[in-house]
């Protein structure tokens, strides 16, 4: 299959378990220094203002997972909706490719279209759209009159329908559909219904790119994680807690939520993959590592250091020199991991809390608070973006009492051990 993203930039080291697509990343740099070759004045003060913050250990949790839903949950993980489709991948490269060509004949400077959000991050499901990010050669005009261009070309007529042209100021956004249908040359198959294909499109957008290739490398670490944020993902929306614009929690705040729980799991489900001591342990063809505008993201693809730690994973598991001093390796189940992040976020998080999956889980609020300068009172909730520590992504939460009270009413429900089905069956 070809790349889901026709990327003028490098590919990710080809080192990802089987579930997860060809995607390509923003470029990587293998400089003598694993993070920094070079730093900024802001990036300096950053870093220095980084060496305040004080870790926090997980809380004991007390919420004892009921043994009919290690079943339930296996079930359910097993529907369709959780399990990876490559040919939905098939499907979703042909409209980018076919989409790439016509913003091409009408916008000169496009250099390619690429694929971020759910698909990028291998965490799509059925109700997901399609979010692609137009890349320019020449970035002297505004965004929102290189869509307003594309707008124009739509309004002719063709395999791709305007919805609308949203004119952010921050990020202008293009609302499309496609009835585009799509073969499957090697099934002679259609692999497109007659149901029309929701997709986004936005103007560079790197950050957002990179965030996604760090869940899907993540989602590569251990088959759990990517069921597991998309039982959460499932969770949150029957709760009406999953949309920023309704004062809850977008689909990437609970994913990073998640992924932090999961690192201060006790043995940890996954490694901090941006911490230094990871990073210093990889092999360099293994690193990402971006200067942008505003921040520097740098990550590990590399399972190498994690599975020399696992003796599960091991090459030669009975090997004393590969076996020696092992960490201990996580046996939860998604169901187990489900209740006990309930349990985190419910029975255990509060306002001096800090989630940070950069830093490995938890940290305390107050240590960053230097950090929140352009917030003008205390976030509600605070889960740092992981590549801009100055940046809440939990902002859109006016009172914790929003996320907080459907978490306990769900683990009223784990406590009077009712069915799974009914912990993530939508409210009413």
């Known amino acids: 299959m070809q790349s889901l993203i026709a990327s003028h930039t490098q590919d990710l080291p080809d080192n990802r378990t089987s579930h ?53 949950v296996e079930t359910l993980i097993h529907q369709p909706e959780f399990v990876f489709n490559n040919a939905n991948y098939t499907k979703i490269e042909k409209i980018r490719s076919m989409f790439e060509t016509f ?16 698909a990028r991050s291998t965490l799509m499901t059925s109700e997901s759209d399609l979010d692609f990010s137009i890349q320019l050669s020449d970035r002297t005009r505004q965004d929102v009159d290189v869509l307003a261009d594309i707008k124009k ?32 040359e090697e099934d002679e198959k259609r692999i497109q219904s007659e149901s029309p294909t ?24 251990d088959d759990r994680v990517r069921p597991f944020l998309l039982l959460v993902k499932k969770w949150a929306k029957s709760q009406k807690i999953a949309q920023a614009t309704s004062s809850g929690l977008s689909s990437y705040t609970w994913n990073l939520a998640c992924l932090c729980f999961l690192q201060m799991c006790n043995p940890p489900v996954i490694p901090n993959i941006q911490s230094p001591s990871y990073i210093a342990s990889s092999d360099r063809k293994c690193l990402v ?34 076996t020696a001093n092992p960490r201990p390796q996580n046996t939860q189940s998604v169901g187990s991991l489900f209740v006990g ?30 950090l929140m300068k352009a917030y003008k009172r205390a976030p ?48 009413t």
């Open 289 to 322: 590592d971006v200067e942008l505008t505003d921040c520097h993201p740098c990550f590990s693809t590399d399972e190498g250091p994690w599975k020399e730690l696992r003796p599960g994973l091991l090459p030669n598991p009975h090997d004393p020199l590969q």
């Open 153 to 184: 070309e739509m309004k002719k007529g063709g395999p791709f329908q305007l919805s609308h042209l949203i004119p952010s100021e921050r990020i202008p956004l293009l609302k499309c559909t496609t009835t585009l249908q799509i073969w499957d």
């Open 20 to 72: 997860s697509p060809q995607i390509s990343s923003p470029q990587s740099s293998h400089q003598s220094n694993p993070i920094h070759q070079s730093t900024t004045s802001t990036e300096m003060e950053q870093e220095q203002s980084l060496q305040t913050i004080k870790h926090m250990n997980m809380p004991a949790l007390r919420l004892v997972c009921p043994d009919r839903y290690e079943a339930e």
């Open 380 to 427: 509600r909730i605070l889960i740092l973006d992981p590549f801009y520590n100055v940046r809440n992504i939990a902002g859109s939460v006016q009172a914790s009492r929003q996320i907080m009270y459907p978490i306990r009413d769900t683990i009223k429900l784990i406590e009077a051990q009712a069915p799974f089905p009914e912990l993530i069956s939508p409210k």
């Open 198 to 221: 929701h997709f986004d499109v936005v103007i560079g957008n790197r950050h957002s790119i990179l965030s996604c290739d760090l869940v899907r490398t993540y989602c590569a670490f």
């Open 341 to 370: 992040f309930v349990d985190f976020m419910g029975n255990h998080y509060k306002n001096e809390m800090a989630l940070s999956v950069q830093h490995g889980g938890l940290v305390e609020a107050e240590s960053i608070r230097h």
């Open 103 to 118: 913003v091409k004949g009408c916008v000169p400077e496009v250099s390619d279209v690429g694929l971020f959000g759910s």
